[in-house]
């Protein structure tokens, strides 16, 4: 009876160990379909790191866009804000 005890609890072991590797928390599917979750998330992320970039570069090209213009309306054209002074030197 003694000879049977160790071998019947080394089986016992190895089907838990199989069963937590098949059907346990980390087990095979529910890791294959965490990765799954993982790389569609790493792509939605990369879709939204390129809009980010697209509307941070209009945002900036707006910025500077109306400063250039404003720079030349005061330059070529004279322009003032309202409640601003204009001042011309001559040479």
Do not use: C
Request: zero cysteines; a positive charge.
């Amino acid at each position: 009876m003694g000879n049977r005890i160790v071998p019947v609890a080394l089986i016992a072991l190895l089907v838990i160990l199989h069963a937590q590797l098949w059907f346990g928390r980390g087990s095979v599917p529910v890791v294959a379909r965490m990765t799954a979750q993982l790389n569609a998330q790493n792509q939605q992320n990369q879709q939204a790191l390129l809009a980010n970039n697209r509307l941070a570069a209009e945002v900036r090209d707006l910025k500077e866009g109306l400063e250039m213009v404003e720079e030349k309306a005061r330059m070529e054209l004279g322009m003032v804000k309202s409640n601003e002074i204009y001042v011309q030197i001559a040479k």
